[in-house]
């Protein structure tokens, strides 16, 4: 399940136990409300800690070391005349 599914379980929980006054003979909406926020809040931290692993970015090559010329070869000049 998605992030979007886990935050839909929260919102719909949220609705079932604080915003709905519904009574059905043995069933507990408070308590099916608050099942659906806690599997939705279990379903997104495992989700952000997946995602998480997934975006660690590890080097894949080392810049090779930089060479700078000797002073001999810098300032060493070949003339043709």
Known sequence: MGLGGCI???AVGGILTFATDWNASGFNVQ???LILMAVGIIGTSAYVS???RRR???PTA???PVV???EHHRHHHHYDY
């Open 8 to 10: 839909l379980m929260i």
């Open 31 to 33: 308590l099916v409300g």
């Open 50 to 52: 997946v995602y998480k």
């Open 56 to 58: 660690v970015v590890e």
């Open 62 to 64: 080392v810049a090779p």
């Open 68 to 70: 700078e010329e000797s």
